[in-house]
């Protein structure tokens, strides 16, 4: 591989991740409960009872936060 083939690889790896942060912030600004979905499917196979460690922990960083309400909270999430 050359020193112009390299570079352009670089290029092309930064803005993949570029593509992809934005991306993943336009989901979330968008559509918070399938994004939430989303991550409570992939994390919940991850951190099954017998999985090794690294996995569990894995799956309960990949996991959406517990929102917990109040007695006077009404549900709308809004309280991020």
Do not use: H, N
Not at 1 to 30: C, E, H, N, P
């Amino acid at each position: 591989m050359t020193g112009v083939d390299a570079s352009l690889l670089v290029q092309y790896v930064v803005i993949a991740l570029a593509v992809l942060l934005s991306a993943w912030f336009v989901a979330k600004r968008q559509f918070p409960g399938a994004v939430r979905k989303a991550r409570l499917a992939l994390a919940v196979p991850l951190v099954r009872e017998g999985r090794p460690g690294w996995m569990r922990r894995l799956g309960k960083r990949i996991a959406p936060r517990v929102v917990g309400g109040g007695s006077s909270c009404g549900g709308c999430d809004g309280c991020d």
